[in-house]
Protein backbone atom coordinates (compact mmCIF):
# COMPACT_ATOMS: atom_id res chain seq x y z
CA UNK A 1 0.00 0.00 0.00
CA UNK A 2 2.11 2.68 -1.14
CA UNK A 3 1.53 6.47 -0.96
CA UNK A 4 3.15 9.43 -1.98
CA UNK A 5 3.49 11.45 1.80
CA UNK A 6 6.81 13.05 2.03
CA UNK A 7 8.91 10.88 4.60
CA UNK A 8 11.89 12.84 6.50
CA UNK A 9 14.33 10.90 8.98
CA UNK A 10 15.47 13.13 12.18
CA UNK A 11 16.57 13.44 15.57
CA UNK A 12 13.73 13.85 18.49
CA UNK A 13 15.26 17.04 20.44
CA UNK A 14 11.87 17.51 22.86
CA UNK A 15 9.39 15.28 24.31
CA UNK A 16 8.34 17.21 27.31
CA UNK A 17 4.82 17.66 25.67
CA UNK A 18 1.88 15.45 25.47
CA UNK A 19 1.71 13.17 22.51
CA UNK A 20 4.15 15.64 20.72
CA UNK A 21 7.87 15.13 19.98
CA UNK A 22 10.27 18.05 18.68
CA UNK A 23 12.20 16.68 15.42
CA UNK A 24 15.45 18.47 14.03
CA UNK A 25 15.86 17.56 10.36
CA UNK A 26 19.41 18.36 9.19
CA UNK A 27 20.44 18.55 5.54
CA UNK A 28 23.80 19.29 4.00
CA UNK A 29 24.21 21.32 0.83
CA UNK A 30 27.18 22.48 -0.78
CA UNK A 31 27.32 25.97 -0.40
CA UNK A 32 27.33 27.69 -4.99
CA UNK A 33 30.51 29.72 -4.81
CA UNK A 34 32.57 28.23 -1.70
CA UNK A 35 31.92 24.98 -2.54
CA UNK A 36 31.74 24.23 1.37
CA UNK A 37 29.26 21.56 3.15
CA UNK A 38 26.60 23.42 5.07
CA UNK A 39 24.49 21.93 7.42
CA UNK A 40 20.97 23.78 8.04
CA UNK A 41 18.76 22.30 10.58
CA UNK A 42 14.74 22.58 10.63
CA UNK A 43 12.69 21.96 13.84
CA UNK A 44 8.94 20.10 13.19
CA UNK A 45 6.70 19.08 15.74
CA UNK A 46 5.26 15.38 15.09
CA UNK A 47 2.52 13.57 16.73
CA UNK A 48 3.58 10.56 18.90
CA UNK A 49 0.51 8.72 19.58
CA UNK A 50 2.61 6.16 22.75
CA UNK A 51 3.90 8.99 23.80
CA UNK A 52 7.28 7.27 24.48
CA UNK A 53 9.57 8.20 22.44
CA UNK A 54 13.18 9.34 24.12
CA UNK A 55 15.24 11.99 23.67
CA UNK A 56 18.03 11.43 20.48
CA UNK A 57 15.96 8.41 19.11
CA UNK A 58 16.16 8.79 15.12
CA UNK A 59 12.43 8.77 13.96
CA UNK A 60 10.79 8.80 10.29
CA UNK A 61 8.05 11.07 10.16
CA UNK A 62 5.13 11.08 7.68
CA UNK A 63 3.58 13.98 5.99
CA UNK A 64 -0.38 14.11 7.36
CA UNK A 65 -3.22 16.18 7.61
CA UNK A 66 -3.09 19.03 10.12
CA UNK A 67 -3.20 17.84 13.66
CA UNK A 68 -2.87 20.97 15.72
CA UNK A 69 -1.20 24.25 15.16
CA UNK A 70 1.50 23.54 14.38
CA UNK A 71 1.71 19.22 14.12
CA UNK A 72 1.66 18.32 10.43
CA UNK A 73 3.62 15.26 10.62
CA UNK A 74 2.97 11.61 12.49
CA UNK A 75 6.16 9.36 14.07
CA UNK A 76 5.65 6.48 11.58
CA UNK A 77 9.06 4.28 12.82
CA UNK A 78 11.70 4.58 15.73
CA UNK A 79 14.58 4.03 13.83
CA UNK A 80 17.02 3.93 16.35
CA UNK A 81 16.96 4.32 20.06
CA UNK A 82 19.79 6.42 21.51
CA UNK A 83 22.44 4.22 23.57
CA UNK A 84 20.86 2.99 27.04
CA UNK A 85 17.36 3.75 26.20
CA UNK A 86 14.16 1.75 25.53
CA UNK A 87 11.18 2.50 24.41
CA UNK A 88 9.15 2.55 27.47
CA UNK A 89 11.52 4.85 29.60
CA UNK A 90 10.54 7.94 31.52
CA UNK A 91 9.64 10.88 30.25
CA UNK A 92 11.41 13.87 32.21
Not at 38 to 66: C, F, L, N, W, Y
Amino acid sequence: MANNRRRLVGRVISNKMQKTVTVAIERRTLHPIYKKVVKSTKKVMAHDETDQVPVGAIVRIVESRPLSRHKRWVVEEVVQLPEGETMGSDKK
